[in-house]
């Protein structure tokens, strides 16, 4: 039996929260490892839809032990506030199924508003953030001055670390003419939530091992996408973390055997959320009406994502760089009534040919895609359970897809119902 890590291969909103849903019925501990609360998951079972943002999935299935390591940037307010949000909802949270590694660093609120603040003074060259405080917790981690969750456990030892963190920060922002972050008030807004957050947190790394130890599987739930990794995205109009499959390992505290299988999710057409380069996208009627058949608007922050034709070149290159076994392919049915289809099979740049999406911004701006046309199939496959469902030319897309990216298509999600789905392959039998 396979662990499994569920990652986004292209600009995130794939559809994994309805796959690692639909995975966890089999799974018995699902792991957040990376990014924050910049990323939303979209659940909709029996006709109720679950939003969430930092919790893993696995969180609204019941008798799962759901876990958020090391990888993750915590906002503790935005985390009691989305337990608040589910428990209203009717989902049970308790130390007994929610585990947060007590290593973990913590985004505060003045994080957001750097985040938001470099965004207006970037005007144009913004990057298009969720204005989490994403990026400005990150760059705390590895300038080895954040506050981590086990930190809110003492103190009498927590002013020191808030007087290191504010003298950083508190020079920057008098360097975006806002005022300084006052110590005590920042000190007791701590205070005040460590008693909601730490009867949560613990050593993440040490139960992971356990549970692999006893034969528990585990299933590892990325966020973002591929071209969004801090190292290998659009760089620098990406995310401030790995979300490639390696971070699972890294990001929950275990060895780089932890995961057997990757799963990637893959949208049937693109999206992209944010500013950045974006070789397929489509600015004209189709573009507008790959949006609202697949309401591609965003689940954090509302905005209205960009739409594009499906780039074989890039997923194929997400796929190799994440290590992913199989695909999952979501949102078939938003392209059921066009008339034709394209795909993106590679590059041009002034008169040379790429199969892939070279490095560099000016490049990727640059760039040119190259198509093939394929017919439509004007004909629904939404709710579809078996490939016997699909029409002819639907089967065609689908098969051509998976030739170009050249990877198995292990599932076709084909609604955002639970169990619309079109199993080739199970993840779990590695
Ligand atoms: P940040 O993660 O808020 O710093 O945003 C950096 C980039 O990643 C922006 O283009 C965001 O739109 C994008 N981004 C972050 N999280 C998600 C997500 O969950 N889905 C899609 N795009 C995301």
């Known amino acids: 039996m396979a662990d499994v890590a569920v990652i986004g291969a292209q600009w995130g909103d794939e559809g994994k929260g309805k796959l690692v849903d639909w995975l966890s019925a089999r799974a018995e501990v699902v792991v ?117 969750l086990i930190d809110l456990a003492y103190p009498e030892t927590l002013p020191q670390k808030i007087e290191r963190f504010l003298t950083h920060h508190n020079a920057l922002r008098r360097g975006f003419g806002v005022p300084d972050i006052d110590k005590n008030a920042l000190m007791k ?137 199989g695909i999952a392919l979501t949102k078939l049915d938003v392209l059921d009534t066009f008339d034709e289809l394209k795909v993106c099979t590679g590059y041009e740049i002034e008169g040379q040919s790429y199969d892939y999406l070279p490095a560099g911004i000016d490049r990727q701006t640059h760039i040119k895609p190259v198509y093939e046309t394929m017919e439509g199939w004007g004909d629904s496959t939404e709710g579809a359970r078996s490939w016997a469902d699909l029409p002819a030319s639907a089967v065609k897309y689908v098969r051509r897809i998976e030739e170009l990216i050249e990877c198995p298509i292990a599932l076709v999600s084909t609604s955002p119902e639970r169990d619309d789905v079109i199993l080739m392959r199970d993840p779990f039998e590695g």
């Open 32 to 148: 957040r490892f990376q990014g924050g609360h910049n990323a939303g998951h979209t659940l909709v079972i029996d006709g109720a839809v679950y939003k969430l943002s930092l919790l893993p999935s696995g969180i609204v299935r019941g008798g799962k032990m759901s876990v958020i390591g090391n990888g993750v940037v915590i906002d503790p307010w935005a985390l009691v506030a989305e337990m608040d949000r589910l428990r209203e909802q009717g989902v049970k949270i308790s130390p007994a199924n929610l585990v947060i590694a007590e290593n973990a660093c913590l985004i505060l609120p003045l994080h957001g508003e750097l985040d938001k603040l470099r965004e207006e003074a970037a005007g144009k060259g913004r990057i298009g953030t969720t204005g989490r405080g994403i990026g400005p917790a990150y760059e705390d981690k590895a300038g080895r001055r954040a506050i981590k």
């Open 189 to 325: 807004a701590l205070n005040d939530i460590a008693l909601a957050v730490l009867p949560f947190a613990g050593p993440v790394w040490k139960l992971l091992h356990e549970a692999r130890r006893a034969g528990k599987r585990i299933l590892f739930e990325g966020a973002q996408g591929v071209l969004l990794d801090v190292d290998h995205g659009t760089y620098p109009y990406v995310t401030s973390s790995n979300v490639v499959a390696g971070q699972a390992a890294t990001g929950s505290g275990l060895g780089p055997r932890a995961v057997q299988y990757v799963l990637g999710i893959v949208k049937a057409y693109t999206t992209r959320v944010g500013e950045g380069p974006f070789p397929t996208e489509l600015e004209d009627a189709v573009g507008q009406k790959l949006g609202e058949r697949g309401h591609e608007f965003g689940t954090v922050t509302g905005r209205k994502r960009r739409c594009g034709w499906f780039d074989a070149a890039l997923v194929r290159q997400s796929l190799r760089i994440a290590g992913v076994d």
